[in-house]
C-alpha cells in the first residue's frame, strides 16, 4: 500500500484543565485557526494528555502535547499552529514550538478509540474493523476491549479501544498512517505503540 509517509507534528500546549472528552472541541478549535484542516483527509489527531484529577478533567502538564499526524508535504501548513492562542470549554490553550517524529515500527500498537458507523454494536464493528484491516493488507491480530463514548453535536458516539499485534514493520507503518474507523481528525483511530 504506497502513501506518502507519516509523521507526527507535536506541538507543546500550556493552559489549565481540560475534560477528557475534547477531540470534537479541539477539532473545532483547530479548523478555526486552519480552516484548511476541515477539508484535510489525511491528518489524523492524538487528544492531549494531562493529569487525571477526577470528573472527567484533566489538567495540563508541562509535558502535554497537541499531536497532529500528517504526510510530511503537509508540515509547513501546520507549523503555523505556533504561537496560537486555541479556545476550547472557555479555557485558552496556548500552543507552542513543534517538533516532529517519525513514526516507528512496533509489533503491537494500540488506539484508545476506534468508531465506525453502527459502532454500538460489538460483532459489527469487528467485523468493519477486520474488513479495513484487511483492505490495508495488514494480517497482524486485532483485539476489542473497553467500550467507549464521546460527544458529538451533543450526541454520544460509541467506539472500542483496540489492540493490535503481531505485526511487521511494514504493516505497523501502515496502521499508523491510515488509522482504522473514522472521526480521525476528533482524535479516533490514532495507533501508537502499545507500551503494555
Known amino acids: 500500500m504506497q502513501s506518502e509517509p507519516k509523521v507526527d507534528l507535536c506541538f507543546q500546549v500550556s493552559g489549565r484543565i481540560l475534560p477528557v472528552d475534547h477531540g470534537y472541541a479541539l477539532y473545532s478549535a483547530l479548523s478555526g485557526v486552519l480552516p484548511f484542516m476541515h477539508e484535510d483527509q489525511d491528518v489524523g489527531l492524538r487528544l492531549i494528555r494531562g493529569r487525571y484529577i477526577g470528573d472527567g478533567i484533566l489538567d495540563i502538564s508541562p509535558t502535554s502535547e497537541l499531536v497532529i499526524r500528517l504526510p510530511v508535504a503537509s508540515l509547513p501548513q501546520y507549523i503555523n499552529l505556533a504561537g496560537k492562542t486555541l479556545e476550547m470549554f472557555g479555557q485558552t490553550l496556548e500552543v507552542?514550538?513543534?517538533?516532529?517524529?517519525?513514526?516507528?515500527?512496533?509489533?503491537?500498537?494500540?488506539?484508545?478509540?476506534v468508531t465506525t458507523r453502527n459502532g454500538q454494536d460489538q460483532a459489527r464493528f469487528e467485523a468493519e474493523m477486520k474488513s479495513q484491516m484487511e483492505r490495508l493488507h495488514v494480517s497482524g491480530r486485532m483485539s476489542v476491549g473497553?467500550?467507549?463514548?464521546?460527544?458529538?453535536?451533543?450526541?454520544?458516539?460509541?467506539?472500542?479501544?483496540?489492540?493490535t499485534s503481531e505485526?511487521?514493520?511494514?504493516?505497523s507503518i501502515i496502521l499508523q498512517e491510515h488509522g482504522l474507523g473514522g472521526r480521525r481528525k476528533m482524535g479516533c483511530g490514532f495507533f501508537e505503540v502499545w507500551e503494555g
Request: glycine share 8%; proline share 5%; hydrophobic share 45%.
Open 167 to 171: 505485526l511487521t514493520a511494514e504493516e
Open 146 to 163: 473497553k467500550r467507549r463514548t464521546f460527544e458529538v453535536h451533543g450526541k454520544q458516539v460509541v467506539g472500542y479501544s483496540v489492540l
Open 96 to 113: 507552542g514550538i513543534p517538533q516532529s517524529r517519525s513514526l516507528i515500527p512496533a509489533v503491537a500498537l494500540a488506539a484508545r478509540l
